[in-house]
């Protein structure tokens, strides 16, 4: 091991030292470039699964793809056009790795931006490091991606699913009489990172758990855990799951007449997927932390983000359906992204990339919520970390309290 | 024995034939292709001309081609069809990849070990599972394809599997200070592998075993009646062939530096049974075929539907595995035998007579 640190010492100081030889005259003008900049380009990785089970988020994709088309025919950023290269990676972690090797080797691309999933960007997080290749706000809400000390190269986007965790357990301690608390749980990373988020916001009353369940996520449905938690008595629902079943979990409340008060984690906050299929008369009153505005909701309709945003839609992704929440997501990220480039300025290397990404100060990226705001520094790689609580109410939702934030730096 | 088998019909007569002249050496220009192959890095690596992204790719192809040729020994030579075989790839990465993290092992002791796992788990469950014939047998293993994964997930296994985490492990450096990378290396490594591993097959395939695993996949009853242990030597292939893979998946983790469970979906088991009938079912070279087709085709189908649709300028968007499945119809009408079938009956015709 230590033959191999000092090996690669060797390799990146020689890069870093051929990177200064060819950028000399460069420096002159103020302009400094590594692999994958230039006068004319920005060139910029992404990976995303467009087949395969995971392959509904293969609009994120295609949405930042059509953003980047849009930023280039107003003439790009600072006067360089953007070179969006993005490659199927099916989910799969061993073809992530393949890809993001030829991104980074054969395509020589500045850095990685969103690439998507936990177990793809698990897979490529230590080599990107080693390169010293930015994984820039990537499309996961795991907590692992903060950890500028450990892994000074990679950094996540949205509200990680340990302060939303923790959040809802202060939500419960500051509104709720005498909780009981039951948790429904995925059983795997995302579902235990809620949970630790949960119980570390609970603090020394972590005794107010009355049950834990979980299921796999292979399970066909949660019917018999949801029965479990109604015997439990339990007057709190705290309900770690993915879309599917947390359809059912609010279905099956409804059903068995269990009125607890409902948390539901961010991860579901789809009507179209969630709310509908459960159906609207038992989704009312459940409650979830929002970090982003439903485009659709009649409520934003005026706010000038919203119409930039659907003009976009309109311009760029005729085809697509703008219900998709996937699409507000793809558009909100790529815009953080633009706004990173914009403060580099003619400063393309990856260690200012980094640099001026961890130099967000309260930026207010289209599509987030009135009053939450993006803020990095060199010790906080968490961008977004308010969110705003709402409840369902019709069909659609409705805020009510305070930003709330979580410090898990 | 070889009388028994060429009591078949013509072709199989004919393709018996083929097999023992096959036999008689391995043709001069195999060798020569397996001596550019190896001082690839040398040529290549030393000009620059192929970067290490390029010998990552080629260890895959090769590794796949193992893969591809233990699943050939039992679909192509035995007769069993096998919708499971991703899972002993699983098995095979994990154990390499557990004596690596766990036990501190040096990666080239771990690949026997890997090996002989396989062989034992491959065994194992051939033995009962063989009981069933054709379709049902393909159900059971493809059970077992998606069991592994979720096994890999379960609670007490954490402590060694690292659960949906997967592991991390470190590429190996080449040994005596090699004027080598990494990826240079263990393609070396690989390629040595995977020549050993073919030899072993071609020698299996015309021993008297593989004469029992041919004569049990032509004529079951005959094979019987000549006092062959059916149940014996159907499992004990079955052992073999999933050797083989698990040795592809042990080499795989140590290429990729990183093992999860999510690595080892059944796609891989399908990706490996179509290379193997898209490569040359019951052929030694339709392996190699078969792993360049996992690696390449498969894996640009969908850069490669991008691509057409710009150069063509097809109005419509096309899903990005539309010209796999083109491909595959196209390969599968053409050459209902594969590639290496297609290729030899080819010659067949345009060779010139004796």
Redesign the interface.
């Known amino acids: 091991?230590t033959?191999?640190t000092r090996?690669d010492v060797l390799v990146g100081g020689s890069a870093i030292a051929a990177a200064q030889v060819i950028g000399l005259p460069a420096i002159a003008q103020g302009k400094k470039y590594d692999d994958g900049a230039s006068d004319g380009t920005i060139k910029i990785g992404h990976t995303n699964p467009?087949?395969?089970n995971a392959?509904a988020y293969g609009n994120i994709g295609r949405t930042i793809e059509a953003v980047f088309k849009m930023v280039n025919d107003a003439g790009g950023i600072n006067g360089r056009k953007i070179e969006f290269i993005t490659?199927?990676d099916?989910?799969?972690?061993?073809?992530t790795?393949?890809m993001v090797?030829?991104l980074v080797?054969?395509d020589k691309v500045l850095f990685l931006f969103n690439t998507l999933g936990t177990?793809p960007n698990?897979?490529i997080h230590?080599?990107m490091n080693q390169k010293k290749v930015p994984q820039l706000f990537v499309a996961t809400g795991a907590s692992k991606w903060g950890q500028p000390k450990e892994f000074p190269w990679t950094m996540g986007w949205q509200p990680d699913y340990v302060t939303e965790g923790a959040i809802y357990a202060k939500h419960v301690l500051a509104t709720i009489k005498e909780p009981k608390i039951g948790i429904l749980m995925q059983?795997?990373?995302y579902g235990k990172d809620y949970y630790n988020g949960f119980i570390q916001g609970l603090g020394d009353k972590k005794g107010l758990v009355a049950q834990l369940a979980t299921y796999?996520v292979?399970d066909p449905t949660v019917d018999s855990q949801m029965i479990q938690l109604k015997n439990t008595g339990a007057n709190v629902f705290f309900n770690i799951t993915t879309p599917k079943f947390a359809a059912q979990a609010i279905k099956k409340a409804f059903e068995i007449e269990w009125k607890p008060a409902h948390y539901l984690n961010n991860v579901s906050s789809s009507f179209g997927s969630v709310f509908k299929p459960a159906g609207i008369p038992a989704s009312q009153g459940v409650m979830l932390a929002l970090y982003r505005k439903d485009a659709n909701d009649a409520q934003f309709a005026s706010s000038p983000d919203v119409v930039a945003f659907k003009a976009f839609m309109a311009k760029y992704m005729p085809?697509a359906d703008i219900k998709d929440d996937t699409h507000n997501y793809g558009y909100s990220v790529t815009h953080t992204l633009i706004e990173t480039l914009k403060m580099c300025g003619d400063n393309l290397t990856r260690e200012n990339v980094m640099k001026q990404a961890a130099s967000l100060k309260g930026y207010e990226a289209p599509l987030l919520l009135p009053g939450i705001k993006i803020s990095t520094s060199a010790t906080d790689f968490y961008p977004l970390q308010s969110v705003q609580m709402a409840r369902v109410k019709g069909e659609s939702f409705e805020m009510f309290g305070n930003i709330l934030s979580n410090e898990s730096a | 024995m070889a009388t028994t088998m060429t009591t078949g019909t013509d072709t199989v007569d004919r393709a018996v034939s083929a097999r023992i002249d096959a036999r008689r050496g391995t043709p001069w220009w195999i060798w020569l292709g397996i001596a550019f192959a190896a001082l690839l890095p040398l040529i290549g690596g030393r000009t620059g001309l192929i970067s290490n992204f390029y010998f990552l790719q080629l260890s895959l192809m090769i590794v796949y081609s193992i893969a591809v040729l233990g699943l050939n020994l039992l679909t192509g030579f035995n007769g069993q069809i096998s919708l499971g075989h991703g899972a002993f790839f699983a098995v095979g990465a994990y154990v390499t990849a557990i004596l690596i993290d766990r036990y501190e092992m040096y990666y080239l002791a771990t690949l026997p070990i890997a090996m002989l796992a396989c062989f034992v788990v491959g065994y194992l469950f051939g033995r009962p599972a063989l009981r069933l014939e054709g379709h049902y047998l393909a159900l059971a293993t493809f059970a077992l394809a998606i069991a592994v994964p979720q096994f890999l997930k379960y609670r007490h296994f954490e402590p060694y599997t690292h659960g949906v985490q997967g592991i991390n492990i470190f590429k190996p450096d080449p040994p005596f200070g090699m004027p080598l990378s990494p990826d240079q290396w263990l393609y070396l490594v690989v390629l040595a592998c995977a020549v050993v591993m073919f030899i072993v097959a071609r020698n299996i395939v015309h021993s008297r075993m593989g004469r029992a695993m041919m004569a049990i996949r032509d004529q079951p009853l005959a094979a019987d009646t000549m006092g062959i242990n059916s149940a014996r030597t159907k499992s004990i292939t079955f052992g073999i062939s999933a050797l083989y893979v698990g040795l592809a998946g042990a080499l795989h983790a140590i290429i990729f530096e990183f093992v999860s469970p999510d690595s080892f979906r059944f796609e891989l088991s399908i990706a490996i049974l179509v290379g193997a009938v898209i490569g040359g079912i019951a052929t030694l070279s339709g392996a190699v075929i078969g792993g360049f087709f996992v690696q390449f085709i498969e894996k640009y189908a969908d850069a490669a539907t991008k691509w057409v649709t710009q150069i063509v300028h097809l109005p419509i968007e096309l899903e990005p595995w539309t010209i796999y499945g083109i491909v595959l119809i196209l390969l599968m009408y053409t050459m209902p035998m594969g590639v290496a079938g297609g290729f030899a009956s080819l010659w067949r015709k345009i060779r010139p007579p004796n």
């Open positions: 091991m033959k191999r090996r467009y087949s395969g392959s490659y199927d099916g989910y799969s972690p061993p073809k790795v393949e090797r030829k080797e054969q177990p698990t897979a230590r080599y059983n795997d990373d796999e292979t085809n």
